[in-house]
């Protein structure tokens, strides 16, 4: 706890100080009004996206805690897990950055897909929720691989009799980059409603994301006190 709450500060010292360095930087080279735009629009941003991360840390607990993912395991998940949500979210970025310089109508799709979200969430459920186990991508899974039924230590695939077999630490992995899919879908329309500035999108995301890993242990540990 001890250590993933001292990252979590570094990681989000970090940031601040990335903040502080673009209004330097702007302060001196184009004006003290475009540097405190800038610089307010960076923290806004980064400020909405570390908030939505907590949605995939407790997504990332129900996977752990449904494959009884040992904690000595769930290091390298995570590592993966950040890297393809940084990958997805550059890629997301890039397509709405250029879909909202060539079309500007396109920001009130993004509004209305955050309404429509909001709505849904507040509305109450019609059925109750479906086991984790009738999940239609881990049935698809488990229906056209091998899956060991044990893990391997941190490996996604081994080898026996020549056979390649995938580990259930594989199916965490393939759950959690689709869960960071399904949530870059939901967060960048979020930041573009504070700028779409292309730059401050994507720093303002990557500094929100590179201290997922330290914060899911911290509130890992404060889900098991409660």
């Known amino acids: 706890l001890k250590e993933a709450g001292i990252w979590s500060l570094i990681w989000v010292s970090v940031a601040l100080l990335f903040n502080l360095a673009i209004w330097l930087w702007l302060d001196h080279s184009a004006g003290r009004e475009i540097a405190n735009q800038k610089g307010l629009e960076f923290l806004t941003g980064y400020l909405i996206e570390k908030s939505l991360a907590v949605d995939n840390i407790f997504v990332f607990l129900l996977l752990f805690g449904f494959f009884k993912v040992p904690d000595i395991y769930q290091r390298r998940v995570l590592v993966y897990g950040v890297v393809g949500a940084i990958i997805m ?23 209305a897909f955050l309404v429509f979200t909001g709505l849904k969430m507040m509305l109450p459920e019609k ?16 229906r056209h691989l091998r899956v060991t039924d044990e893990f391997h230590e941190e490996k996604f695939f081994i080898r026996r009799n020549g056979i390649l077999w995938a580990t259930p630490l594989f199916l965490v992995l393939v759950m959690i980059e689709l869960t960071d899919l399904v949530f870059a879908v939901d967060s960048i329309p979020a930041i573009f409603a504070v700028t779409t500035d292309p730059f401050i999108v994507f720093t303002s995301n990557i500094f929100a994301i590179m201290g997922l890993r330290a914060l899911y242990f911290l509130l890992a540990d404060m889900a098991d006190r409660f």
Not at 91 to 108: D, E, P, R, T
């Open 89 to 111: 979210r550059a890629v997301m970025i890039f397509i709405g950055a250029a879909l909202v310089a060539k079309f500007s109508w396109v920001l009130y799709l993004f509004g």
């Open 127 to 142: 059925e109750e929720q479906q086991d984790l186990a009738n999940n239609p991508v881990l049935k698809w899974l488990r």
